[in-house]
């Protein structure tokens, strides 16, 4: 049966999903929405949906799901609408602009019974699911340390969506939120964070140091920047071995497991397309099942991340809000 998507939003983001959707058996665009009906219509001609016009069309329109790509503080308000029509929903991480926020969002969809995931692609990869198995069978004895970092080298500009902070701007909800996602899926929930960083001057977080603490000893190491690109690499050490993500970890296609003087073991798992086909997959199987929610992807997931992104931006002295969306 064919899975009707719409698309919120017509930047990169929701082109590289559209691209990769075009891969996904059974998926069909079938409406992109914008401020900007103009836009709309011309990422639709592109995408080959059948449908195009403002926010208000696209929650208005026959969907089976729709992918909500907008800048992190306008997740929030589109997420609540959709959710009061009843429409499924992929929300890009950082899964909203505040902890408040997607504590709002997560209680709608549950009390609705309406389908709600982050859309947290590298939890999906091939790779990651393999290294996510290799620690769960005991492959590398107990985890007790993750360490991550990703960065990337944009130039200073306050007028970015990456920079500017009505629009989420900074490196913890652009980049941050991966290396903290992995750590959550592989640790849980931390006991405490501390974050040390640098911002821009507009006060936009420039990059940071993460340390999530565990009350029984385990812990992650994390590194986030929009000042300087890092190798993007990702290491999960147990009491037996180690699991490297080689970089870029956040859609790896090889990993490198050590256990003592063992020689490393190189797996290969390659992703389909870009890699965002995976999640759309999950959507999918999800729907079918009747699920409201991902066993990969929980809610409770999510809001531990957004927890620990939360502290994070207090510490470092960023504040951050939910927008108003015009619908």
């Known amino acids: 049966m064919t899975v009707r998507w719409g698309i919120a939003a017509t930047g990169r983001m929701a082109a590289v999903f559209a691209e990769d959707l075009a891969l996904v058996p059974d998926a069909e665009i079938a409406f992109v929405g914008s401020r900007d009906a103009d836009r709309a219509r011309e990422f639709a001609a592109r995408a080959g949906a059948a449908g195009s016009g403002t926010y208000a069309d696209l929650l208005a329109a026959d969907l089976d799901v729709l992918y909500v790509a907008t800048p992190h503080p306008q997740h929030h308000a ?3 609408a959709a959710i009061e029509r ?22 709608a969809a549950r009390a609705a019974g309406v389908f709600c995931m982050e859309a947290m692609w590298t939890r999906f990869q091939p790779a990651v699911a393999a290294a996510r198995d290799l620690v769960a069978a005991g492959e590398i004895g107990d985890p007790v340390l993750v360490q991550a ?12 969506r990456l920079f500017d902070l009505a629009l989420g701007g900074g490196s913890v ?11 959550q899926h592989l640790l849980g929930r931390p006991d405490r964070v501390v974050a040390t960083g640098t911002r821009f001057p507009n006060g936009a977080d420039a990059s940071a140091a993460i340390h999530l603490a565990h009350d029984d000893g385990r812990a992650a190491a994390l590194t ?6 890092t190798p993007g690499a990702a290491v999960v050490v147990g009491t037996e071995g180690s699991i490297e993500l080689c970089p870029p970890f956040h859609h790896p296609e090889r990993l490198v497991v050590r256990r003592g003087d063992e020689e490393p073991r190189v797996l290969e ?50 504040p951050m809000a939910e927008a108003a969306v015009e619908i």
């Open 173 to 183: 909800l652009d980049l941050g939120v991966y290396p903290i996602s992995l750590a």
């Open 224 to 229: 986030s920047s929009l000042a300087a690109a």
């Open 86 to 107: 009843g429409t499924p929903l992929l929300v890009e991480k950082a899964f909203t602009a505040t902890l408040a926020g997607a504590e709002e969002v997560v209680a």
């Open 269 to 318: 798992h390659p992703a389909t397309g870009r890699g965002y086909t995976h999640q759309a997959e999950e959507v999918h199987r999800c729907l079918a099942a009747g699920l409201t929610e991902s066993p990969v992807m929980p809610l409770s997931d999510t809001l531990d991340v957004m927890w620990v992104l939360g502290e994070c931006l207090t510490q470092l002295g960023v």
């Open 78 to 80: 589109i997420a609540l």
């Open 149 to 160: 970092d990703f960065g990337a080298h944009r130039a200073y500009d306050p007028s970015s």
